[in-house]
């Protein structure tokens, strides 16, 4: 099986995998909608008291809480996915045997997690996203060209949360417990992610910072992408920065998966 045939077999397996979680499934896109209600409501009132807050009219900030609700699972924003499960594996020492595969590491989980993504992004997103637009007015976009481009805008989005999800699992080499790092990546991609509130919303110098941060890439940009507030060079500009956090941040994982390597090598793992 040539490469690019046995990582999109992974990808299968891995969207596969979580279907068959049907009741978890069904469980999810309840938790995701009654949050969704709970958050649209709140938004509605701040819009009420503050129209036109992150340059928002009500309408796209509506649609921004069901885009978020749609997106929560697939881009993992406070972790998940494979993370716990590649953790126990490296205390377990099982990861030896990974490491034995005739694949890389890396590129391995990386298209599981692809699966898995677009899974959720269809199991768990769709049907709240089909009841906050019967529910409330939303912005929804009347081009397919920007549904398209959404879409590449998601996946560039899994691909930076895999990436810092990857390096957060790699800290386990050394500590043997990831479970604090990944509760600090779970509240900081909560926050830097823009779930709570828009970033565009944050003040002075908070919101550069939380716009220049790799979790800007797995919401906020994928939302304005949806709500056409990047066209032209400014779109292609918002597509580079995600790609480039993907690229520097896979390229991180890389050199620190060199280096872990070498230590389980070291240690007879």
């Known amino acids: 099986m040539s490469g690019m045939r046995l990582y999109a077999a992974v990808a299968l397996s891995g969207f596969r ?18 949050f969704g209600f709970i958050l649209a409501y709140t938004y509605t009132a701040l819009w009420a008291e503050r129209p036109g807050l992150g340059g928002y009219n009500l309408s796209q900030a509506l649609t921004y809480v ?7 699972m697939s881009t993992a924003m406070m972790g998940g ?21 005739p694949a890389d590491l890396q590129l391995w989980w990386l298209a599981g997690d692809l699966g898995r993504a677009a899974f959720h992004l269809l199991g768990r997103g769709v049907v709240p996203m089909l009841i906050g637009a019967l529910a409330f007015d939303l912005a929804l976009p009347a081009n397919p060209l920007t ?7 998601v996946t560039l989005g899994v691909v930076v949360s895999f990436a810092l999800r990857y390096l957060v699992v790699l800290s386990a080499f050394w500590l043997l417990d990831g479970a604090g790092v990944s509760q600090i990546f779970g509240l900081a ?3 830097f992610s823009g779930s709570l509130l828009p970033l565009n919303v944050f003040p002075g110098l908070l919101g550069e910072l939380a716009r220049t941060l790799p979790w800007s890439a797995l919401l906020q940009i994928p939302a304005d992408v949806f709500l056409g507030r990047h066209t032209g060079l400014d ?5 580079a920065f995600q790609a480039g956090w993907a690229l520097a941040l896979l ?16 240690q007879g793992g």
Request: cysteine-free; charged content about 15%; proline content about 0%.
């Open 66 to 72: 069901w885009i978020g609700q749609a997106l929560l």
């Open 235 to 239: 779109l292609l500009g918002a597509l």
């Open 81 to 101: 996915g494979f993370q716990d499960e590649l953790i126990e594996r490296i205390r377990t020492g099982d990861v030896a045997i990974d490491l034995y595969r």
């Open 189 to 191: 991609g909560m926050f």
């Open 147 to 153: 549904w398209l481009l959404f879409l590449v805008s």
């Open 251 to 266: 390229a991180a994982g890389r050199a620190l998966q060199s280096v872990a390597t070498r230590k389980v090598v070291v």
């Open 17 to 34: 995998r979580f279907a068959t979680y049907r009741v978890a499934t069904a469980a999810g896109v309840f938790t995701n909608t009654v």
